[in-house]
T-cell receptor, first 113, second 111 residues
Framework: NAGVTQTPKFQVLKTGQSMTLQCAQDMNHNSMYWYRQDPGMGLRLIYY???????DKGEVPNGYNVSRLNKREFSLRLESAAPSQTSVYFC????????????FGSGTRLTVV | DAKTTQPPSMDCAEGRAANLPCNHSTISGNEYVYWYRQIHSQGPQYIIH???NNETNEMASLIITEDRKSSTLILPHATLRDTAVYYCIVRDPNQGGKLIFGQGTELSVKP
């Protein structure tokens, strides 16, 4: 089925380790986004890519880097994981940047110990 | 920061209409109102959006007041599967059209 695929679904890291969260969409969408959701909280935007070749910071970019590898893929990297980065990470995509809904992936549950 | 205010929780009887309010008193003329919901820990699901006119789709209706300072999401016949957190979001085209989520309304549909 068409949609947004995130890998891995679950991950446990030790403090200081690095990892990359992968996201791919097969809907030919132009814009892609990374959010994090802490327990009992709403989603907060980390980074977004309005179109292929561009990336911009969101509300909470510190400690993260992103790469828009091509139109389909948008990865999120944690260079040195910290316990404060324990969260559920959601990737989303949209056809355009304003008058279009987002399609979200099912999330990556990350625990940093 | 989120530009909307929603009640933290609401209950609704199964089969009844669920009316979820949202205040967005500082909305500007070119900002859209979006509604999403999140069931348990799944990824948020798009429901509906509008600018000025009322909108309806297969999931819900969106009623926007004439002054655009508030809106109501209506689920016409709520089912137990509609139990979720509902987010009302004002989307700012001057900020790249990003969706900024608030706390949402936790809707509980009861038998």
């Amino acid at each position: 089925n068409a949609g947004v695929t995130q890998t891995p679904k679950f991950q446990v890291l030790k403090t200081g380790q690095s990892m990359t969260l992968q996201c791919a969409q097969d809907m030919n969408h132009n814009s892609m986004y990374w959010y994090r959701q802490d327990p009992g909280m709403g989603l907060r935007l980390i980074y977004y890519s309005a179109s292929e070749g561009t990336t911009d910071k969101g509300e909470v970019p510190n400690g993260y880097n992103v790469s828009r590898l091509n139109k389909r893929e948008f990865s999120l990297r944690l260079e040195s994981a910290a316990p404060s980065q324990t969260s559920v990470y959601f990737c989303a995509s949209s056809e355009g940047w304003l008058n279009y809904g987002y399609t979200f992936g099912s999330g990556t549950r990350l625990t940093v110990v | 920061d989120a530009k909307t205010t929603q009640p933290p929780s609401m209950d609704c009887a199964e089969g009844r209409a669920a009316n979820l309010p949202c205040n967005h008193s500082t909305i500007s003329g070119n900002e859209y109102v979006y509604w999403y919901r999140q069931i348990h820990s799944q990824g948020p699901q798009y429901i509906i959006h509008g600018l000025k006119n009322n909108e309806t789709n297969e999931m819900a209706s969106l009623i926007i007041t004439e002054d655009r300072k508030s809106s109501t999401l209506i689920l016409p016949h709520a089912t137990l599967r509609d139990t979720a957190v509902y987010y009302c979001i004002v989307r700012d085209p001057n900020q790249g059209g990003k969706l900024i989520f608030g706390q949402g309304t936790e809707l509980s549909v009861k038998p």
